[in-house]
């Protein structure tokens, strides 16, 4: 089991290794580091990560990335990636804060 999943007494959902995350590259480096996990689908495990305060809509700000390679652009999150759907997380140095945000599940 995941030990963030156990920290927080959590059923860890991990992604594919195939699957599909949205990354927003050009913010790599920046801090925080954000992610959140909506529905997945179409091959995506829901997952979305950004660095930085700021999220944008724009429909280029996120780049399709398989799993198995997060770790050679953000080393320290693969673990988070085990997170249910639902879920958020924002990492600082010396700062973790995990929560449920039931609103990222909701249908459009």
């Known amino acids: 089991m995941s030990s963030i999943c156990k920290k927080h007494n959590l059923i860890p959902y991990p992604p594919k290794e195939q ?3 949205g990354i927003a590259l050009d913010t790599i480096g920046k801090l925080p580091i954000n992610g959140m996990r909506v529905k997945n689908e179409n091959g995506t ?13 724009d429909s280029d700000f996120f780049s399709p990335l398989c799993v198995e390679h997060i770790e050679n652009y ?9 997170l249910p759907l639902g879920y958020r997380f924002l990492l600082a140095p010396n700062y973790e804060d995990i929560w449920e945000d039931k609103g990222l599940l909701d249908e459009v």
């Open 74 to 82: 953000l080393l320290d999150i693969k673990e988070y990636l085990d």
């Open 45 to 57: 495990c829901g997952w979305y990560i950004w660095c930085g305060e700021e999220y944008k809509e």
């Open 19 to 21: 699957e599909k995350l």
